[in-house]
């Protein structure tokens, strides 16, 4: 054996842990076994050494020729340790048992990993769904009041802080779910068995006549759709606490409803019965309000109406608030030492010795009650209705002349106003309008003269005074022509009282001759009998031939007056007829 590889051989056997007494034992019994497995061995002959040293120095040169080879010619290159395998030959007992025994620390090691995987996932579970509670709990409490008491944390729902006043306390819990589904949040809330499902309420006008008892209009107060938000509002609880939230507004809003209609003094008193306060507006109609409270929320979706008034359910949300605004809001400036609620008259009230009666008449002496308001808003629904009606109905029947209508679009619940204006086909200069005003449950016509007309709540007042606006037109039209073609009008008037008296309104005339006057033509535009016209023309034969008879003006003398059948003239419309037939007596057109 080579020097070196007996050296190599004892490096192996030695252990530097023990102490030096038990180095020295085993040192000597290893130079004991190698003297025996020498003297086993064959005797190797005395240049042994210098053969095994000629072949490695053979080998290390054949090894750095290969290396510069392949450097220069840019091959790859692998560098693997070669040892001399001094262990004896495993036997198959061997290789079985360390087989098993990797196999064992195998499933330790797989075990283990488990286990240390499951406490990690376990963590970061726990830790995700804090942190998803927390960040709910952080968006709950952008929308909502929430506070901390004792060991829960209570919300509320009222509108105390908006200035309301009433009795429920609007409360609520929030508290962290115990399992948390992928799809639902990590907190709900729990809401008071009064507050649960859904409500909203209901004003319905109804006709009550016979022939029509059909709802003529339905609004419904229900939530608000809320504005888009940069926090997520499809979870659960938002959708519970804005009905819950809109319960208690409706619960409020019919309250007072209620007491103002005990209160308020009527020439038909009101009638409250369970959850419905029934208002006369006008003779036939009549106004339900009604408030609807359900638990389960397919009930509350049969019961929603299929038609509603936008205009109508907007005012429904702006009239409790605006009142809960102005509790907030006293007008400036305000006292020192006293209250902020009673106002500057009532203040006075002391030094200045008011009696009761006039207490009382301090009491709103401007401000209308919520009450007050919808019944406004009810009647004025009705009115706008029958407007629009009528003149739809006018202006289908009525084909010459025609009636165009033009809305304001700055109207709202209590005010609107609508402008009319009548013209002719191809006569476009020739024109007249009138404006009708709703205000407050009446309604006022104004003419171009700047005239006011209350009418009342019925159609028929409505359509006898259009039918008058076109009468006067129609006269208007003729004075406008004659104008145009030169004739000589000797009479106009809108208020002409040599007729039969019309049911409505007056009848206009208008007298005109020829420019030569030896023919008239008269037009009469009457509200329900309708228009006629009449004309007369000079008398046939010499006047001049009787001695009595010696001025020429009575030459000029006209016959009665016939009555032309316009049905049977040619023209697209009256107006054209009209000016045709003034061509003809004026002498502009030969007959």
């Known amino acids: 054996m080579h020097l070196s590889d007996n050296l190599a051989k004892l490096a192996q056997l030695i252990d530097f842990g023990e102490k030096k007494e038990e180095d020295s034992s085993k040192k000597e019994d290893l130079i004991n ?36 080879a392949i450097a220069k010619e840019k091959r790859l290159m692998v560098l693997d340790k070669i040892g001399n395998d001094f262990s004896e030959s495993k036997s198959a007992y061997q290789l079985v048992t360390r087989r098993q025994a990797m196999q064992n620390a195998s499933v330790i090691f797989s075990l283990g990993a488990e286990k240390i ?14 942190s998803e509670f927390y960040s709910e709990l952080w968006a709950l409490r952008q929308q909502w009041r929430i506070k901390r008491v004792g060991q829960h944390i209570i919300g509320d729902l009222s509108y105390k802080s908006a200035g309301s006043a009433f009795w429920h306390k609007g409360t609520f819990e929030v508290f962290k779910k115990v399992s948390i589904q992928p799809s639902g949040g990590a907190i709900d809330v729990r809401l008071p068995p009064e507050l649960e499902g859904s409500a909203y309420i209901q004003v319905s006008i109804h006709m009550t006549s016979p022939e029509d008892s059909i709802s003529k209009l339905n609004a419904m107060l229900t939530v608000p759709q809320r504005l888009p938000t940069l926090v997520n509002s499809s979870n659960r609880w938002q959708t519970k606490l804005d009905a819950a939230q809109n319960v208690i507004y409706c619960k409020e809003l019919f309250s007072q409803l209620c007491r103002e209609a005990f209160k308020l003094n009527s020439s038909v008193s009101h009638m409250v019965a369970n959850n419905q306060v029934i208002i006369h507006l006008f003779p036939g109609f009549k106004m339900h309000i009604m408030f609807v409270h359900s638990n389960t929320e397919d009930k509350a979706a049969d019961a929603v109406p299929p038609v509603s008034d936008p205009i109508l359910q907007l005012a429904l949300h702006q009239l409790l608030r605006a009142q809960h605004y102005n509790s907030l809001h006293r007008d400036l400036p305000h006292p020192i030492t006293s209250s902020i609620g009673p106002t500057k008259r009532r203040r006075l009230a002391g030094p200045n010795a008011t009696s009761r009666s006039e207490l009382l008449s301090y009491e709103n002496p401007f401000q209308e009650s919520v009450l007050e308001k919808i019944i406004d808003m009810g009647r004025n629904v009705v009115l706008r209705l029958m407007v629009t009606e009528t003149i739809e109905h006018l202006a289908l029947t009525i084909s010459d002349p025609l009636l165009h209508i ?19 086909p191809s006569y476009d200069l020739i024109k007249s309008w009138f404006i009708i005003r709703i205000c407050k449950g009446k309604v006022t016509a104004i003419g171009k003269s700047g005239i006011e007309i209350s009418l009342s709540h019925e159609s028929q007042r409505l359509e006898d005074y259009i039918m008058w606006q076109v009468s006067q037109y129609q006269i208007k039209a003729v004075y406008r022509l004659s104008t145009t073609l030169g004739c000589n009008v000797l009479s106009y008037t809108y208020n002409s009282a040599s007729y039969q008296a019309e049911v409505f309104g007056t009848s206009p005339s208008i007298l005109v001759s020829s420019s030569d006057g030896s023919s008239a033509l008269a037009v009469r535009a009457n509200t329900v009998s309708g228009l006629e016209v009449l004309v007369s023309e000079k008398a046939q034969g010499d006047f001049l031939t009787d001695s009595l008879i010696t001025d020429k003006k009575w030459a000029l003398l006209r016959q009665s007056f016939r009555q032309v059948d316009m049905d049977k003239m040619t023209g697209r419309n009256f107006t054209h007829k009209m000016e045709l037939l003034l061509s003809v007596y004026s002498g502009k057109v030969k007959p």
């Open 33 to 68: 076994k190698d003297k025996a497995i020498e003297a086993k061995q064959p005797k190797i002959w005395p240049w042994e050494w210098l053969r095994n040293a000629l072949a490695s120095s053979l080998t290390e040169m054949d090894v750095l020729s290969d290396c510069l």
């Open 406 to 424: 033009h809305t304001d679009g700055l109207s709202d619940a209590l005010n609107s106003s609508l402008r009319v204006t009548i013209t002719s």
């Open 117 to 130: 995987k499951g406490i990690h996932k376990e963590t970061v579970d726990s830790s995700q769904k804090q």
